[in-house]
């Protein structure tokens, strides 16, 4: 019997667990609704719009600190920031409950919102993260060139005026939508998401008048199984898996 050479599988992100969140609140004493599956992050992203930067002194799910962070700040009058979160598999399933836990140096203030979401598939790494931001411009340019057809692009981006939007997320779809009126505390952000290559480049717009804005953009990787089996004339061999 002549050897059998089997393909490899690509195993896609996936998003099981829907955006949801608040604005004008930190995300503390908030019960996490998880996502299932395996192989899974655990994203949260927090927006705010201030005088100054600020740094989260807890941020916890199930008092766990989360596996990689950071933010896309922009210094301007007021400041921008987007933050996030980022639990991975072995750190969720290390929680001893679903409760999210949040504190930073200033009062909660309005202007601020909190979203989260689960992915699974996703190869345990630390995920690509880009940022972009204009002090007078109508979009910012994340460069999620590293995304292929196994990939979760993430794309969140902030306008200091509640009027610039809607957004045009170029592939992704929009899952958070704010702003739209002049009454929605100042500022209007999105936060979208899409799998597979958009173009090397995620551009997020307003609705087309400069302005300032600030953007961050993620890409979860997903991961391919290879099945190699041979069997060559004779001899009997078992099948050889591995993961990348």
């Known amino acids: 019997v002549h050897g059998v050479i089997y393909g490899s599988v690509l195993m896609a992100v996936t998003r099981t667990q829907a955006w949801e969140g608040a604005h004008g609140a930190e995300p503390t004493g908030i019960t996490i609704n998880l996502g299932s599956g395996t192989s899974r992050f655990l994203v949260m992203v927090l927006v705010r719009e201030r005088g100054t930067n600020f740094t989260p002194s807890t941020w916890t799910y199930g008092g766990q600190a989360y596996s990689y962070g950071g933010e896309s700040y922009l210094d301007s009058t007021p400041d921008l920031i ?55 411009g109508t979009y910012v340019d994340l460069n999620t060139s590293t995304a292929d057809a196994r990939s979760a692009i993430i794309g969140v981006a902030i306008d200091v005026s509640a009027n610039r939007e809607p957004f045009n997320v170029d592939g992704l779809t929009e899952r958070i939508d704010y702003g739209g009126n002049p009454g929605d505390e ?19 717009a307003n609705d087309g008048i400069a302005s300032q804005m600030v953007g961050l953009g993620i890409v979860l990787e997903g991961f391919e199984l290879n099945a190699d089996r041979t069997a060559p004339k004779g001899v009997g061999r078992g099948i050889n898996r591995g993961i990348t």
């Open 186 to 204: 100042q500022m209007s952000y999105t936060v979208a998401d899409g799998l597979g290559v958009v173009d090397g480049t995620t551009r997020i």
């Open 82 to 136: 987007i933050k996030y979160a980022i639990w991975d598999e072995y750190q969720i399933n290390e929680a001893d409950d679903h409760e999210m836990l949040y504190a930073d140096d200033i009062s909660t203030g309005g202007k601020l919102g909190y979203y989260y979401a689960t992915y699974a598939n996703c190869r345990q790494v630390e995920p690509t993260i880009d940022t972009d931001s204009t002090a007078s």
